[in-house]
């Protein structure tokens, strides 16, 4: 078991759904992070939040939008996805600046 | 951040000691070595880190150079478990909070 959940484990979607990807940790961490990952690749880093407020976008396209609702909370909001943005989204949590993370085992996407 | 370098793949025996070696010739004074890995299915978990001296934590022992330029993780008796995707990465402790993968080394204990 982790101490980063996220829900659900796998979601199907199609490219006109909207759905959301949710975490929660309850460590105390101040900084989040959203990470993807092909399959037989290494995870790439999307979002991080740092005491609530997005301080790292790597670029994502606007189809992925971050919430933070509070410090326990992330969320990762999807519309209009694409068949190639399936893949594995991690999520991980740390003390503020620390980059020992503690992730979350992932959601793993398909888009159809 | 510091490049490194790992072979894409090692394997070793259960029971036995895996030495999993690493490459970071262009760390500079500040960067930390960390080490994470991810079993399949799962996240990455984070293993051990270390600056210039050696470290053992309850899972691994942490070998730098005394140059810096590169390092070892050891698992001393590698289990079945063990088999995963081990991930070098050279960072500074400071700075913004990115953590960043490069490829990693499969490591394949057979029974």
């Known amino acids: 078991d982790t101490e980063v959940t996220q829900t659900p484990k796998h979601l199907v979607m199609g490219m006109t759904n909207k759905k959301s990807l949710k975490c929660e940790q309850h460590?105390?961490?101040?900084?989040m992070y959203w990470y993807k990952q092909k399959a037989k690749k290494p995870p790439e880093l999307m979002f991080v939040?740092?005491?609530?407020?997005?301080?790292i976008n790597e670029s994502v396209p606007s189809r992925f939008s971050p919430e933070c609702p509070n410090s326990s909370l992330l969320n990762l909001h999807l519309h209009a996805l694409q068949p190639e943005d399936s893949a594995l989204y991690l999520c991980?949590?740390?003390?503020?600046?620390?980059?020992?993370?503690?992730f979350g085992n992932g959601t793993r996407l398909t888009v159809t | 951040d510091a490049k490194t370098t790992q072979p894409p793949s090692m394997d070793c025996a259960e029971g036995r000691a895996a030495n999993l070696p690493c490459n970071h010739s262009?760390?500079?004074?500040?960067?930390?070595v960390y080490w994470y890995r991810q079993i399949h299915s799962q996240g990455p978990q984070y293993i051990i880190h270390?600056?210039?001296n050696n470290e053992t934590n309850e899972m691994a022992s942490l070998i730098i150079t005394e140059d810096r330029k590169s390092s070892t993780l050891i698992l001393p008796h590698a289990t079945l478990r063990d088999t995963a995707v081990y991930y070098c990465?050279?960072?500074?402790?400071?700075?913004?909070?990115?953590?960043?993968f490069g490829k990693g080394i499969t490591l394949s204990v057979r029974p």
């Open positions: 991980a949590s740390s003390q503020n600046r620390d980059v020992t993370l503690h």
């Open positions: 460590m105390g961490h101040r900084a």
């Open positions: 939040y740092s005491y609530e407020k997005l301080s």
């Open positions: 262009t760390i500079s004074g500040n960067e930390y």
């Open positions: 270390g600056l210039k």
């Open positions: 990465i050279a960072r500074g402790y400071t700075g913004n909070s990115k953590l960043t």
